[in-house]
C-alpha cells in the first residue's frame, strides 16, 4: 500500500513539529490510540485498538524515527502485530515547510506499508477506505488540539480568511488557501497499521 498527501496547518512548522513528535499529543489525535510511549531515543512503543470491517484487533507496535532534520522532516519506520488480526510494516516519510503564502506551514507525507493476515483479506478497498477515514479523524482532532495549544495563530488565520480578497496583481493569480485532504496521515497510517 502506497499513500500520500499533504495538509495546511495554522500553526508554525516548529509549532507542528513539537506537536508531531509529542506522545500526549498523538495520543489524543490518533483515534483507537490507548499508548504512545517513548522506548529509547527516537524510539516508541504504540498500542492502537482498530476495527476494519468484522476484524477488530488490538495492534501493538513499535515506531523508529530515523534522517530526523528538526524543524523539516524525519522518516518513521513502523512495525505492529495485531495478534491473529495480522500485521503492518512499513516506512513514511513526513516534511514539514512554511507556508508558500501567509502564515502556518503545509505537513506533507508519504507511506509505503504492507499488510498481512485476516487484514490482508478484507481487500484494498476496505483497507484503504478504513485509513482514509482515520486519516481525517487524526487530522481533526490534531487540528482540534493544536487551536487549544495555540489559539492565537488560528485568530490570525481566521482573520486573514474574513479580509476581503486583495485585487489581483495584472496578470498574476490570486493566493488562495487550500486544505488537502489527504488519503492517508502518515502518523495515522502508522498508528493504523500497528
Known sequence: MDMQGSRALAVTQQQAWDALNNPEVLKACI?????VEATGEDQY?????????????KFNGKITLSDINPPNSYTITFD?????????????????????EGSGCELSYTVHASVGGKIAQLGQRLIDGVAKSMAEDFFKRFDEEMQRRHPEAYAAAAATTAAPPAPAPAGGKVPVWVWLAGAAVVLAAVWFLR
Request: contains cysteine.
Open 80 to 100: 505492529g502485530q495485531g495478534g491473529a488480526a495480522g500485521f503492518g510494516k512499513g516506512n513514511s516519510a513526513v516534511q514539514l515547510k512554511p507556508a508558500a
Open 45 to 57: 512503543a504504540v498500542g492502537v485498538a482498530v476495527k476494519i470491517g468484522p476484524v477488530a484487533a
Open 31 to 35: 483515534p483507537g490510540c490507548d499508548k
